[in-house]
T-cell receptor, first 124, second 112 residues
């Protein structure tokens, strides 16, 4: 149990479907991330939200749409996906080293990522 | 640009010592992380180095040389449960917000 929960764990969808992935963190962190993990490729950063504002959109196709309604929840809305989008989608959270109060977030805040178990997506 | 290299796969025997190397080239550097990921599970944090030298944590140690762009993860007294992928990641500064850039991971297989 990492304190980051993702649902659903597995999702199969057709190319014309619309679905959403959900992530919730119980760690009081102020930054949340979506990563894509494909076989034999590095983890690819897709989106970053810090203090509920998006700070990174790594040239991700518009068929992926993130939403961060508050600091504990993050969604990834999916529509008209392609088979090559099949992958493991990992959500993560961290305590940004530049938090709301400008502090480091603790005596030993490395800003490490805490990952969820991932949502395994298959696009048919 | 950003480039992080680590071996794709390694094998070792239970009880042995194994060293997993990682070399990196990034535009900015503010720390290097090692994560462990078992098949079908979330990556979990193992170690963090920001200064040169060796950090020891039980059976696991991590080393960093910033001038050489090099790190290694050392696993001692290997156990079967250490069979997993080991991910090297560098924190690269980006417009004031620091992001982690990952290597492809090294799959370690520990045999009896």
């Amino acid at each position: 149990e990492t304190g980051v929960t993702q649902t659903p764990r597995h999702l199969v969808m057709g190319m014309t479907n619309k679905k959403s992935l959900k992530c919730e963190q119980h760690l009081g962190h102020n930054a949340m991330y979506w990563y894509k993990q494909s076989a034999k490729k590095p983890l690819e950063l897709m989106f970053v939200y810090s203090l509920e504002e998006r700070v990174e959109n790594n040239s991700v196709p518009s068929r992926f749409s993130p939403e961060c309604p508050n600091s504990s929840h993050l969604f990834l809305h999916l529509h008209t996906l392609q088979p090559e989008d099949s992958a493991l989608y990992l959500c993560a959270s961290s305590q940004s080293r530049r938090g709301k109060t400008g502090t480091s977030g603790g005596a030993e805040n490395t800003g490490e990522l805490f990952f969820g178990e991932g949502s395994r997506l298959t696009v048919l | 640009g950003q480039n992080i290299d680590q071996p794709t796969e390694m094998t070792a025997t239970e009880g042995a010592i194994v060293q997993i190397n990682c070399t990196y080239q990034t535009s900015g550097f503010n720390g290097l992380f090692w994560y462990q990921q078992h098949a079908g599970e979330a990556p979990t944090f193992l170690s963090y180095n920001v200064l040169d030298g060796l950090e020891e944590k039980g059976r696991f140690s991590s080393f960093l040389s910033r001038s050489k762009g090099y790190s290694y993860l050392l696993l001692k007294e290997l156990q079967m449960k250490d069979s997993a992928s080991y991910l090297c990641a560098v924190r690269d500064t980006m417009a004031g917000f620091q992001k982690l850039v990952f290597g492809t991971g090294t799959r370690l297989l520990v045999s009896p």
